[in-house]
């Protein structure tokens, strides 16, 4: 039993978050039932984002809400507040949030306190002050970004069916992705694999008629599988006639046209930046101790440094890695890390609350895994290296075996069976974007310059 009453604020819902809370929810059983604890979550969204799997919602192999898994009901012990904390005094203990109810009130933020903090914001997509980026850019974090970007992306090719214009159709058919990471290659393969299967059904468009072109700042590709895997990503996105540049920035996107450091420049409609990510401006909004980079300092058992009842881990912390052999490595910010620091954090919070001792975490990293579109991959696991069709089964495998709760593995699975024995969906639904456009034409309003389209 807990030696007080306990109320515990968890802020954030994505992995740290959302496996912290469910960990304390089946280790707090009793607690929860006598009121000697309490959990509050708070998120921007009712839902946590399984991230691996945006690629191939983009690309129809799976269903936009089974990427998704609802807080409320897998938290069913906990309250959830679907807002976003503002401001952090840990020091009195008190978070200021602000919440939809708030807005429609109008009365401001509203502060609530607690006895335990969990800090688990995630990070945000790190831009640079490029000419036309904040224009003309399109993310690839959530899964609106995700199902926007495919909308997008079919839209462009039925603007270059349509038109006559060829630097209209040249643009429409030229996509840009800045970021040679997992999200970039990743989304970036998942999507031309789709779009080269969607021009058989266009009279006028053929694959080689599409632009794609990868652009990555350092020598390399996908670093977390390693040097030689990285090299053969490279070799097999130039033999589907993508065109990756390394060592190579964005310059500007301004007026639609993205320049590149080495000169070239390419009129498109489409560009997509997954340039890395940058701590949550939440955390310089506390009072807590952070590192040079802004995330927060933590101890290898989830405390944060120097101050009690506070805990982090995931993209916002800076946990010491154990098993590094150099000192003062840190653990990478990824879902590997991020789902096990969540069960060692919850673990610990119970520990703390019950006077039993903390557990330290440590974990090896065991390698990644990336898909390159249909039947193509690589994979870096426990020192074996797998490349082809082998290594997208594995992705699939591990990712169904890591995507949470048996109802969205069950789905999952059903879906890619289906895709395997029908066609693939090819339908834009970019008027979802603006749902009332239909009906506010009809009314009389004024329309839309774009009233069915996402760009």
């Known amino acids: 039993m807990v030696k007080e009453r306990a109320r515990i604020l968890v802020v954030g819902g994505g992995y740290v978050g959302m496996y912290t809370a469910l960990r304390l929810q089946q280790k707090l059983k009793q607690e929860l039932r006598q009121g000697e604890a309490e ?19 983009a690309a129809g192999a799976i269903s936009p809400r089974h990427v998704v898994v609802p807080l409320r009901r897998v938290l069913g012990q906990c309250r959830i507040v679907i807002g976003e904390a503002r401001s952090i005094d840990h020091a009195k203990r008190t978070a200021t949030l602000t919440t939809l109810a708030t807005e429609e009130e109008g009365t401001g933020p509203q502060q609530i306190t607690y006895d335990e903090l969990v800090l688990a914001p995630g990070s945000i997509s790190r831009t640079l002050p490029i000419p036309g980026l904040a224009e003309h850019g399109i993310g690839f974090r959530t899964v609106e970004e995700a199902i926007g970007l495919r909308n997008h992306v079919i839209e462009q090719m039925d603007i270059a069916s349509s038109t006559r214009d ?34 058989r059904y266009y009279h006028n468009i053929k ?10 700042a350092s020598d390399r590709i996908l670093p977390e599988v390693g040097e030689e895997m990285g090299r053969y990503t490279v070799t097999e996105l130039r033999r589907r006639n993508i065109d990756v540049r390394l060592n190579t920035r964005l310059d500007s996107c301004a007026d639609r046209v993205a320049v590149l450091s080495d000169g070239s420049r390419f009129p498109t409609r489409t560009l997509v930046w997954t340039a890395g990510v940058k701590s ?3 955390l310089a909004a506390t009072d807590l101790p952070l590192t040079e980079r802004g995330r927060l300092k933590c101890t290898p058992e ?3 440094e120097g101050v009690t009842h506070a805990w982090a881990a995931g993209d916002a912390a800076a946990v010491p890695d154990v098993t590094a052999d150099e000192p003062g490595k840190e653990t990478a910010p990824n879902a590997q890390h991020a789902v096990r620091q969540a069960r060692v954090l919850g673990d610990n919070i119970v520990h703390s609350l019950r006077g039993e001792p903390l557990e330290t975490y440590a974990h090896k990293y065991v390698g990644s895994v990336a898909s390159l579109g249909l039947h193509e991959g690589v994979a870096h696991l426990y020192g074996r290296k797998l490349k082809g069709y082998p290594a997208w089964f594995m992705h699939r495998v591990y990712h169904l075996s890591r995507v949470p709760t048996f109802n969205r593995k069950a789905r999952v699975l059903a879906e890619w069976t289906l895709s395997g024995l029908f066609k693939r969906e090819i339908v834009s639904l970019g008027s979802l974007e603006h749902p009332r456009a239909e009906f506010e034409l009809a009314a009389g309003g004024k329309p839309r310059t774009d009233p069915k389209g996402s760009s």
């Open 207 to 216: 694959a080689e008629d599409m632009k794609w072109i990868l652009v990555e």
């Open 39 to 57: 959990i509050t979550v708070v998120t921007p969204d009712p839902y946590m984002t399984y991230q691996p799997f945006l690629p191939e919602a």
């Open 166 to 199: 060829p630097a209209i159709r040249d643009a429409a058919l030229t996509f840009v992705f800045v970021g040679g990471g997992f999200a970039g290659v990743e989304a970036l393969a998942e999507l031309e694999d789709m779009a080269r299967y969607t021009t």
């Open 280 to 282: 949550h401006p939440l």
């Open 302 to 304: 989830l405390t944060v």
